[in-house]
């Protein structure tokens, strides 16, 4: 049997050490370290994530146990004190900037959205994780209560993560909107808590489309019905003025044939079909099912640390492992759920087995490696 590093040790391989490395001096406040690096620190918190452990000391106290392993993996030993200090003090700008490296190479391998239009689509929402008001007084809400807020948006091409920020629960979600760079010619979706009429202009000037539900207390002027047979469903398609906005826009109404409910969808897009437009909308679901999975099974409801940088680590190292995972499935082609790849990932961990053979036992060995084929050009 061809011999086989441990499996954590195949799955980083998509983070060279090196790069990683460069980006840690970068990404670095106060003095040189004497005994640590970021590095550890990266694979202590991958790990807590990748294994569900639930405080500081259960992490460190069962990496213990792990021995050379851990060495192999070129990780300092790491205490708890340690660890703690250098969450709250090293910036999370370090796993913003390797999120951002990660996602360039899972768009590289993502499977493409499934509508007629070629640019982009990106699924916009935020979800609120309450805290305690006295353990976390940066993260305010209301008068006795303390939340943050997680802004996201989804990329449609594989729904992966894009855009991320943390907040307190205080901040809008339109005032986080606002602020995305989104390139030309792209979609994004979202839902009636981000109805702005500014930010609709702005759109629509800088040639983005948006695809949202109109407010029932909205202020609509209707103009010329869209000529045409509609689709089933469609029960209208015409152009509209909504106070405020200076270009005509799209109001498109679809009745669910199950539920008998309709929904009115309001858009800039005047050159896709009707269906289609409700088909965008219905896309939106998938961001409502990314922050299930990520809340089931990542670590980002309770925190290891109580200080806004620690957190915020937290959530950029989580989102990072989401990526790895979904990388690993997007490039084996494994076509299982990203549930089910985590868990076997999970028990596996710091095993010796082929990385590829662990979702796929019955492929036969090979003479070149096929961890070394999973990860090339990169």
């Known amino acids: 049997m061809a011999y086989s590093d441990i499996v954590l040790k195949q799955l980083i391989a998509l983070v060279p050490r090196y790069e990683f490395d460069a980006l840690a001096k970068v990404h670095h406040a106060g ?14 918190l991958l790990i807590g994530q990748m294994s569900g452990r639930k405080s500081l000391r259960d992490i460190t106290d069962n990496l213990k146990a792990q021995g050379q392993r851990l060495y192999h ?50 699924l916009l929402d935020a979800t609120v994780i309450n805290l305690c008001l006295s353990v976390f007084p940066w993260a305010e809400f209301r008068q006795k ?9 989804l990329d449609a091409d594989g729904f992966i993560p894009a855009f991320m920020d943390m907040t307190s629960g205080k901040v809008h979600e339109i005032n986080w909107a606002k602020t995305l760079k989104l390139p030309k010619g792209s979609f994004v979706c979202f839902d009636r808590g981000f109805t702005d009429y500014a930010w609709y ?19 609509v002027e209707y103009l010329l019905k869209r000529a045409g047979r509609k689709s089933p469903g469609i029960t209208n398609d015409q152009s509209i003025r909504l106070k405020g906005v200076k270009e005509p826009l799209r109001l498109v109404a679809y009745t669910d044939a199950e539920t008998g409910v309709e929904y009115r969808f309001v858009t ?4 896709l079909k009707a269906k289609e437009i409700a088909a965008i909308y219905k896309e939106r679901w998938q961001i409502e099912l990314f922050f299930k999975w990520i809340k089931q099974n990542l670590k980002i409801k309770t925190f290891l ?21 979904a990388y690993l499935n997007f490039k084996a082609k494994l076509g ?23 979702f796929k036992p019955t492929v036969a060995q090979r003479t070149v490696s096929p961890q070394i084929l999973l990860w090339e050009n990169l």
């Open 73 to 122: 993996l070129g990780m300092k030993k790491t205490c708890k004190a340690t660890l703690a200090r250098v969450n709250a003090e090293q910036p999370a700008t370090l796993y913003q900037a390797l999120f951002t490296r990660l996602l360039s190479r899972c768009q590289l391998v993502a499977p493409k959205h499934k509508f007629s239009f070629q640019g982009k689509l990106y």
């Open 145 to 153: 209560k303390g939340a943050i807020k997680l802004h996201m948006g």
């Open 31 to 44: 003095q040189k370290f004497r005994s640590y690096n970021r590095w550890s620190q990266f694979l202590v």
């Open 305 to 325: 640390g109580t200080s806004s940088n620690a957190a915020l680590t937290q959530v950029w190292v989580a989102l990072c492992v989401y990526l790895l995972v």
């Open 268 to 271: 800039n897009a005047h050159h």
């Open 201 to 219: 202009n702005d759109l629509t000037i800088n040639s983005i489309f948006f695809v949202t539900r109109l407010k029932s207390n909205a202020d």
């Open 336 to 358: 299982s759920s990203m549930q089910q790849i985590l868990r076997v990932l999970q028990l596996n961990l710091f095993t010796k087995r082929n990385l590829i053979e662990l």
